[in-house]
């Protein structure tokens, strides 16, 4: 597939080599990445992401992240953008959150599916700078990783070369300055979009780099863990999305619905 086919709505893939999208797409699911408990249940919309189905209608939120995002290893209503959405009346929950993917996915993700969902909210907590979204010869398109590699890059000749060349072109400031970039691309974006936004550092994005719309959150501090004993568990993610709530409604009151007003004293 040419490269920019990755970038539609009607040919957007998570990767070429690992799974097709159109596997997610209406189904439900027992295991997701590093959970194979079948504990949780993953079920995924129409476009083949966790969330509400795109027919419904509200306060649309749009989410975007990894696996900690997504939510793997806790249920469908357990997540932090699901929690964060059930505070807001009439709140509808888009959750991007992909495993094991990169800030280049997010920017490819957000541009695509943006006017198919035309949101109110979007709210980014960007992975690990380290990663990356690579497009092979054969027209594939793989995520990669310094520390991990899996599928193509673990499987193929090929793959094994490309991994290994990545891996020596890789350091601290070139991951820094990828995801500056894709952080510049997504800002001016939504500035054009006139979209409200914000986004978590936590995961290797420097303190020094602040802006008035980050948002940490004391993220890294858990307080439980999924089924799988790794990713943050639905204590963890509540707490979260009501203090990601609360900032909001404190300091970006002109963010959230009329609605909204009111309810402070509720979830404070």
Not at 99 to 109: A, H, L, T, Y
Request: neutral net charge; contains cysteine; hydrophobic residues 30%.
């Amino acid at each position: 597939m040419k490269p920019l086919e990755y970038w539609k709505p009607e040919t957007f893939e998570i990767s070429s080599f690992h799974f097709k999208l159109d596997e997610r797409k209406g189904r439900t699911y027992r295991t997701s990445g590093s959970d194979n408990t079948g504990l949780c249940s993953y079920t995924y919309n129409e476009l083949g992401f966790r969330g509400d189905s795109i027919k419904k209608e509200g306060f649309k939120v749009m989410s975007f992240g990894c696996s900690n995002t997504e939510g793997v290893a806790v249920n469908g209503n357990e997540t932090w953008p699901a929690r964060f959405t059930s505070l807001i009346p009439n709140g509808v929950d888009f959750n991007f959150g992909t495993g094991g993917r990169s800030n280049d996915f997010i920017v490819r993700c957000l541009l695509t599916y943006y006017d198919v969902i035309k949101p109110d909210l979007i709210l980014i907590m960007y992975p690990s700078p380290l990663r990356r979204e690579i497009y092979t010869k054969d027209g594939g398109i793989e995520p990669f990783m310094t520390t991990v590699s899996w599928g193509y890059l673990k499987q193929t000749d090929d793959g094994i070369k490309t991994q290994e060349h990545l891996t020596y072109l890789q350091n601290d400031n070139e991951d820094f300055i990828n995801w500056y970039k894709n952080h510049l691309l997504i800002k001016y974006f939504l500035e054009s979009k006139k979209c409200n936004w914000l986004w978590n550092g936590h995961f290797g994005i420097p303190m020094d780099y602040n802006e008035f719309n980050r948002f940490d959150g004391d993220y890294g501090k858990y307080i439980d863990f999924g089924v799988d004993n790794r990713h943050p568990g639905p204590k963890h993610n509540k707490e979260y999305a009501t203090k990601l709530f609360n900032h909001i409604y404190i300091n970006f009151n002109e963010y959230l619905p009329s609605e909204v007003i009111g309810l402070k004293s509720k979830i404070i």
